[in-house]
């Protein structure tokens, strides 16, 4: 027997590949500060692990409705319209274990062969495994360092055509931490308003930003709700990454669709952990506000010591918690850097080339570690810095 063709096309996610050798290190003694991994470093707020204790006693271990339960979504309902300034009701909702699923039904239901994809390039490496594991075309769209880590809206307008069937926006944004200006998003939105394409809107980190504004959602301009699938979740505005509970927000017409894969795959997300979403997202919210400000308090902190080592340019991210230097000064690539600082610093980082072709010449950092496990990076990385200092850069500093 052998595996079938589809599984070669599937990709992987490299942290956890990165995380594994960092582990290997320390189990030689050696001391490693992990900055790899992209979940919060912050305990689940009390209240929402209560609220799943009380649900468990009282007996919510059994089967749930495929679609989530009714008091939840009526909840995702009411957030996503007060936070997007849109209206939607809980029939739009469908409530699934983790956010991927909100990337791999939609695109299951959407997408025939040969069908065109845009996508953010660096991005979440997941984007374009699925697309190629469905048979479809990725079409990277390059994100430009210069503005914020966003589109290139004429090359973006020129990748258009009759066979581009979806369009993933990300913001803010993983890998690079940028946020889509609301210009761009509205640009975005008229290219696409008269079009026959969908919008899939991933906005896992929507309460992690750092300007006065939140990030605009595409959702908000006319004509674009009944054509976007917003996808969200607990895991990282709650540092609830191990519950596996996330949502999408879609036409009425593509929930039935993913009703369906969840029928074929999971049946539904666990009840109990449903309780606890009620519980935070109409609990108290200071825990999440006191996790941002200390996410920008470490972003300020250490943006500002990688930007004095030399061969590192670091932009202020808008927000997530990630840093995403670029690093041609260094005369080193992407993997080859990453590879050293692990072996050589003991900082655990992410080669930007694992995001896409367009991340090559960056690394990424996770700061959701503590500001003295940062600062310590930072002093590491400057100590071997002069091995690479008298290099040249390397051509291309720019996506």
Known sequence: MKLAERIGRLGVESAFDVLVKARALEAQGRSVVHLEIGEPDFPTPAHIVEAAKEALDQGWTH?????????????????????????VGPQ????????????????????????????????????????????AKPVPMPLVESR??????????DRLNDRTKLVILNSPQNPTGGVIPRDDVRAIAEMLRDRDVMVLSDEIYSRIHYGTEPPVSITTFPGMLEKTILLDGFSKTYAMTGWRMGYGVMPEWLVTAVN?????????????????????????????????????????????GLNEIPGFRCALPGGAFYAFPNVTGTGMHSKELADFLLYEAGVSCLNGGGFGEFGEGYIRFSYANSLENLMEAVERIRKVSAQWSRRPALAGSEV
């Open 260 to 304: 369906k894969l969840m029928v074929n795959s999971n049946s539904c997300t666990a009840s109990f952990t449903q309780r606890a979403g009620i519980a935070a997202l109409e609990g108290p919210q200071e825990a999440v506000d006191q996790m941002v400000a200390e996410f920008r308090r470490r972003r300020d902190a250490f943006c500002k």
């Open 63 to 87: 089967y749930g409705p495929t679609q989530g339960l009714p008091d939840l979504r009526e909840s995702i309902a009411g957030y996503i319209s007060r936070s997007r300034g849109i209206h």
């Open 92 to 135: 739009h909702v469908c409530v699934v274990p983790g956010g991927k699923p909100i990337i791999y039904f939609p695109l299951i239901a959407l997408l025939e062969e040969g069908d065109e994809v845009i996508y953010p390039n660096p991005g979440f490496p997941i984007y374009e495994s699925m697309i190629r594991f469905l048979g």
């Open 148 to 157: 914020g880590f966003s589109f290139d809206l004429d090359l973006f307008r």
